[in-house]
């Protein structure tokens, strides 16, 4: 009596191999993005085109949709049955598009994103316009047919790819709640730091600062940090990011030469996203259960870099001998002062540059406008009035005319990424969780971090994060890590504490 093969062997091998194919269109897609010269565009574009056509038919190929209904019924482990429900969440995904749109999808947010680099700095809205069209009525048409195969909306179709199991609602109810407290945090923090700066100035860093220095300084708190530069490295690019694969995490930055903090912490952003890619278990790299459990936990992990690490007095105690070897030393590299700099609070028109406790308005003012675009309730030229309307609401900022810094300002609409915004703000609440947690479980852990030992942070996020993988879904990874699922209320108390020096 013969027996029929196991159908889970046979999963693994053919999502092992998308993944090998994955590994190379990442690393064309970072090398797009960075070092490509501009004349090789279309013909990278193609090329990516071709090789998500060829990805979509391995993910679509009727004999996979066969092997997992077989493998559901076959005896498995738990670990195994994680990675059966993440291959069918990749399956119901990518069945849901035709190849062809999979593809157009690549030209045409190449050509925007593409176009938008020369564009943004020429503040030519008139000419970023039409092709931002292009891509809207894309992410529309993608996001009717994810709709269609995933019974909810549109728009949560799309952030479904980002965040599984999150809806608009919950975004929604957090974020009105945030909006009732944050216009009076940030006024509150805004006076007190005025006050404290009559009383004591903060000494501003005077430049110019070399990129090379920049890059040396860069290069050095990612190993602080524990980025392992034999499987990963960095470079330079139009908007900070990170790209590759685990065994190979590239991540970029950008130099101004009167601004040594601006790439410095988005350098150490990069880094949170960089040391959660290197440490994904190893043991299941390959497979869909390996990976990244969702973009709200990634950002969590550069956030609690970013803000909760490099806010905290102890990183400007890390920091302040690195700046005085590469830079010179001068008084404003004082620890003190140096943590008066990096925590600074100032309404602004960048998101990438905006500090931790006025973030969160700028992520809430472009998740309204692209829920908006996705239900059809507002079109692309729309959008600059909206902009204006809301940033002005939001953070007291005018924007009218100033499109470079207004709605052109991000890669992530020129991409179709919508449905990523979302994922800042509930990374960095999920950051807030993660350190109150750590300090229940190390009361001293503000100390040890003072005295320059962040291991504590990386052994507590590496076995409650990094090594989980997609092994559970996120209200379960949140619930084994912290006791409880996303609780906004820990990232309010966060700001209250250091900015207020209440709680």
């Given amino acids: 009596m013969s027996t029929s093969p196991s159908a889970y062997p046979a999963l693994t091998q053919a999502f092992l191999r998308m993944y090998r194919l994955e590994h190379f269109n990442s690393i064309a897609s970072w090398d797009q993005a960075s070092l490509m010269p501009p004349g090789g565009n279309q013909a990278r574009s193609e090329a990516l085109a071709e090789l998500s056509g060829l990805l979509h038919r391995l993910g679509t190929d009727p004999q996979l949709g066969a092997q997992i209904e077989a493998a559901a019924l076959e005896e498995l482990d738990d670990l195994q049955r994680a990675n059966l429900r993440e291959m069918r969440r990749k399956w119901l995904d990518a069945t849901a598009l035709p190849e062809a749109l ?73 974020f009105a709640e945030v ?36 890059r040396q300084v860069c290069e050095r708190v990612m190993q602080v940090l524990g980025f392992n530069f034999d499987a990963g490295r960095l470079d330079v690019s139009t908007h900070p990011f990170s790209g590759g694969v685990p065994e190979d995490v590239r991540l970029t930055t950008r130099f101004k030469d009167g601004d040594f903090l601006m790439s410095l912490m ?186 320059g030992d962040l291991a504590v942070v990386f052994d507590w996020l590496s076995a409650n994060i990094w090594q989980q993988g997609s092994r559970w879904p996120t209200d379960e990874l949140s619930l084994r890590a912290s006791g409880e699922t996303l609780n906004p209320a820990h990232f309010r108390a966060h700001l209250e504490r250091r900015y207020l020096g209440q709680g």
């Fill in 179 to 214: 909006k009732q407290w944050l216009p009076g945090l940030i006024r509150e923090v805004v006076a007190r730091q005025a006050h404290e700066a009559a009383a004591q100035p903060v000494i501003q860093a005077t430049g110019p600062f070399s990129q090379a220095a920049q």
């Fill in 266 to 451: 988005s350098t150490v952003h990069e880094t949170g996203h960089g040391r959660y890619e290197q440490n994904l278990p190893r043991e299941w790299l390959g497979q869909p259960v390996a990976l990244a459990r969702s973009m709200a936990i990634h950002e969590s992990q550069s956030l609690s870099f970013e803000m909760q690490l490099g806010g905290h007095p102890g990183f400007a105690r890390l920091l302040s001998p690195l700046l005085a070897e590469a830079f010179g030393d001068q008084p404003a590299f004082a620890p003190a002062n140096l943590n008066r700099l990096l925590t600074r609070v100032a309404p602004g028109l960048i998101r990438v540059e905006a500090d931790e406790v006025t973030y969160p308005a700028h992520v809430i003012l472009r998740y309204e406008i692209e829920r908006a675009l996705i239900a059809g309730d507002a079109e692309v030229d729309d959008i600059p009035a909206l902009w204006d309307a809301q940033i002005l609401a939001l953070l007291g900022q005018d924007t009218r005319g100033n499109f470079r810094n207004g709605p052109m300002q991000d890669i992530h609409w020129p991409s179709g990424s919508f449905g990523y915004f979302p994922c800042y703000s509930l990374g960095a609440m999920y950051a807030a969780q993660w350190f109150a947690s750590m300090r229940r479980r190390t009361p001293d852990l503000d100390a040890r971090i003072a005295q």
């Fill in 102 to 174: 999979v593809q157009r999808r690549v030209m045409v947010t190449a050509k925007c994103e593409h176009a938008w680099r020369t564009q943004r700095p020429a503040n030519d809205w008139a000419g970023f316009a039409p092709n931002l069209r292009e891509v809207l009525a894309l992410a529309r048409e993608e996001a009717q047919f994810l709709s269609d195969k995933l019974g909810v909306s549109p728009y949560d179709a799309l952030m479904d790819r980002f965040e599984p199991g999150m809806r608009s609602e919950r975004v929604t109810q957090v």
